[in-house]
């Protein structure tokens, strides 16, 4: 299960998930970022209450940032240790914002 939680305000997006993002939640979270990428400059995704992330979660995060690669900036906060090494060994600390 995965919650989102997104805050719009000014051109900036704070996108707040808890659970699991995998093969089933994966697709909500698309729709989501495919409803605020209009206009969007900073698109910030907060990951401290989110327990595991697939493939398919890492896909849609590549999808995300090359949208925002194209219009402005995006960031991924509140790594835990799991997802981290997640990051790490797909590449994807090389590809993201992480703070």
Same mark, same amino acid.
């Given at each position: 299960?995965?919650?989102?939680?997104?805050?719009?305000?000014?051109?900036? +997006? /704070?996108?707040?998930?808890?659970?699991?993002?995998?093969?089933?939640?994966?697709?909500?979270?698309?729709?989501?970022?495919?409803?605020?990428?209009?206009?969007?400059?900073?698109?910030?995704?907060?990951?401290?209450?989110?327990?595991?992330?697939?493939? +398919?979660? /890492?896909?849609? /995060? /590549?999808?995300?940032?090359?949208?925002?690669?194209?219009?402005?900036?995006?960031?991924?906060?509140?790594?835990?240790?799991?997802?981290?090494?997640?990051?790490?060994?797909?590449?994807?600390?090389?590809?993201?914002?992480?703070?």
């Amino acid at each position: 299960m995965l919650n989102i939680n997104k805050t719009i305000e000014e051109g900036k +997006a /704070l996108v707040k998930l808890e659970g699991r993002l995998d093969t089933l939640t994966a697709p909500n979270l698309e729709e989501e970022i495919q409803g605020i990428k209009e206009g969007l400059t900073e698109l910030v995704f907060d990951f401290g209450d989110l327990e595991y992330i697939s493939s +398919a979660g /890492l896909r849609v /995060l /590549l999808a995300a940032q090359k949208i925002m690669n194209a219009q402005g900036t995006m960031k991924v906060t509140g790594v835990n240790e799991t997802i981290n090494e997640i990051f790490e060994v797909t590449g994807f600390s090389d590809i993201l914002t992480i703070e």
